[in-house]
């Protein structure tokens, strides 16, 4: 080891929106961030040699972070989607996903998808789940918000009849005590979640695929998977 050189690591600013238990969100107890997202890139940089530099914005903001070069990659609960990848490169996927809806315990008149038609429904801003409640009722009736916690708070008070949005995240809320919120119907649209990249920046996606790999074969992906989602 005595010929090694102290290099200084190459930094990897990575964007995410840090209000989406359990993949990123401020740990209440240290004030700082975690989550399976942030457990798994920081892996991925201890992996590759990179110096993790995490920051939070808005989801809706995160493509276009990327694109401007203000950031290298993004690791948000982001759903690989062909209209995102005309514009970002995505890693492998790292977690399998879905959509779920969630109406007030109390509701017992939406039971799925196909009922949330005339409806009211509040989503997050430029994710998937804005997409599919703009399928299931009219643009007039969705409330969007910049973060998923926004849209369950609305949902909570009564505002909206129903909230469409990821199915681990949705599970979480209930689980940390929102007992006056359930989840209705199937879990919906299969999905995947990448890390996304720009597209000219081919040397830092192999990187991520490599150590991804890499920790998929160790078992360190493995253990943090546990870590968040039990098995
Ligand atoms: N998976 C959803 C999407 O990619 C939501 C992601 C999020 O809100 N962080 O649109």
């Avoid at 290099?7 to 600013?13: D, E, G, I, S, Y």
């Avoid at 789940?129 to 399928?135: I, R």
Wanted: with cysteine.
């Amino acid at each position: 080891e005595t010929g090694k050189q102290d290099v200084a690591k190459t930094k990897l600013v990575v964007g995410a929106d840090a209000t989406f238990a359990p993949f990123e969100f401020t740990d209440p107890a240290t004030g700082k961030y975690t989550g399976f997202d942030v457990e798994l890139i920081q892996a991925i940089c201890e992996e590759a040699g990179y110096e993790l530099d995490f920051r939070s914005m808005g989801f809706d903001g995160l493509i276009a972070a990327l694109q401007t070069n203000q950031i290298d990659a993004v690791i948000s609960g982001m759903t690989i989607t062909e209209d995102r990848k005309k514009i970002v490169n995505f890693s492998e996927p790292y977690y399998k996903s879905g959509l779920v809806v969630a109406v007030q315990e109390k509701n017992n008149q939406i039971k799925n998808f196909d009922e949330l038609q005339g409806k009211k429904i509040a989503v997050q801003s430029g994710t998937t789940g804005a997409l599919h409640a703009e399928k299931a009722t009219s643009k007039d009736k969705i409330t969007y918000f910049t973060s998923s916690d926004q849209a369950m708070l609305e949902l909570k008070n009564g505002a909206v009849d129903a909230v469409v949005m990821d199915y681990p995240v949705t599970a979480y809320f209930i689980q940390q005590g929102n007992k006056d919120v359930k989840m209705v119907g199937e879990i919906l649209s299969a999905e995947e979640y990448g890390i996304a990249v720009p597209k000219e920046k081919t040397e830092t996606l192999e990187k991520i695929n490599t150590a991804l790999k890499t920790l998929k074969e160790n078992g360190k992906y493995g253990e943090i998977y546990k870590k968040w989602f039990g098995e």
